[in-house]
C-alpha cells in the first residue's frame, strides 16, 4: 500500500502561484511513477502533469504547459506541482496519484493509489 498526502492548496488571486506537495509512505517512492490530477465539479478528472521514477521525463498538459512544473525529490519522498500564473479556469481539487508502470501514465485507471485531494480556487 501507498499513502499520498496532499498539501499546499488554497485561495489565490489570478496571476498568483501556488505549490503543492505530496509526501508519500509505504513503498520505495523511486519506483513509482507520480501523477497530478484536477477534478472541477461536474467534470471528469483530468491528468495535469507525470513523472517518471526518476525524475528525468515529465509530462505536462497543453492546458497547463509553460505554468506548472512537476518535479520530485526521491531522497525526501515527495511530489511537487509548481503552479505560476494561475487562472479561474485551474480551481478544482487536485489529486497527487502513484502509478507502478514504469512508464508515464495520464490516464486514470494507470495509477493504483491516490491522495485525498487539495483544493486550490483562483479568484478574477
Known amino acids: 500500500q501507498v499513502q499520498l498526502i496532499e498539501s499546499g492548496g488554497g485561495l489565490v488571486q489570478a496571476g498568483g502561484s501556488l505549490r503543492l506537495s505530496c509526501a508519500a509512505s509505504g513503498r520505495p517512492f523511486s519506483r513509482l511513477t507520480m501523477g497530478w490530477f484536477h477534478q472541477a465539479p461536474g467534470k471528469e478528472r483530468e491528468i495535469v502533469a507525470a513523472?517518471?521514477?526518476?525524475?528525468?521525463?515529465?509530462y505536462v498538459a497543453d492546458s497547463v504547459k509553460g505554468r506548472f512544473t512537476i518535479s520530485r525529490d526521491n531522497v525526501k519522498n515527495t511530489l511537487y506541482l509548481q503552479m505560476n500564473s494561475l487562472r479561474p479556469e485551474d480551481s478544482a481539487v487536485y489529486y497527487c496519484?502513484?502509478?507502478?508502470?514504469?512508464?508515464?501514465?495520464?490516464?486514470?485507471?494507470?495509477?493504483?493509489?491516490w491522495g485525498q485531494g487539495t483544493q486550490v480556487t483562483v479568484s478574477s
Open positions: 496519484a502513484a502509478s507502478s508502470w514504469s512508464t508515464i501514465a495520464t490516464m486514470t485507471p494507470y495509477y493504483n493509489y
Open positions: 513523472i517518471s521514477r526518476s525524475g528525468d521525463t515529465t
